[in-house]
């Protein structure tokens, strides 16, 4: 059986990039479904449709953070597991991730643990460069039950979520 995983970054080169490495360097069952630069579209597609196992997402995004994204999905979805990549300083996003319901955040430049989380999916991962922070990861089910109690994120314009209230 294969796991899926999906990676949203709004560099098309590094989403490229990656793809190539990750396949590479995954085992063959490990299959990546979609890649996009879209945080909407990343949301969409995992609340609505080609929902992957594991979805990486970069930390800083032009039409919201990847923090926010974590939490749009998460609000959403009880299953996948949510992995913050980046390439500026970890301790910037750690505590964000965590309490936003991801299981991971991952310097970019450190495939090795980026690879090893995606493997490890049934599993909060954590920060592996700031180990003091596990405790702070949950499960995607923990970490759902906890986000489903706060106000949920809209990700839609007003236009947007006007349409869907009159559907």
Not at 27 to 49: D, G, L, Y
Request: aromatic share 6%; charged share 20%; net charge negative.
């Amino acid at each position: 059986m294969n796991t899926t995983y999906a990676i949203v970054d709004n560099d098309t080169l590094v989403l490229r990039y990656m793809r190539l490495l990750l396949k590479s360097r995954l085992p063959e069952n490990f299959v990546c479904a979609w890649m996009c630069s879209s945080a909407k579209q990343a949301i969409h597609r995992c609340v609505t449709e080609n929902t992957p196992d594991v979805l990486l997402v970069d930390m800083s995004m032009r039409e919201m953070s990847g923090v926010g994204v974590i939490k749009a999905i998460r609000e959403r979805n009880s299953n996948i597991v949510l992995i913050g990549i980046t390439s500026y300083m970890l301790d910037e996003y750690v505590l964000q991730v965590a309490k936003s319901g991801g299981q991971a955040l991952i310097h970019k430049d450190n495939l090795s643990d980026v690879v090893a989380a995606i493997q490890s999916r049934t599993t909060s991962y954590g920060c592996p460069e700031l180990p003091q922070y596990i405790d702070y990861f949950h499960t995607p089910q923990e970490s759902f039950n906890m986000i489903s109690q706060l106000p949920k994120t809209s990700v839609l314009s007003p236009q947007e979520s006007e349409i869907m209230r009159l559907c």
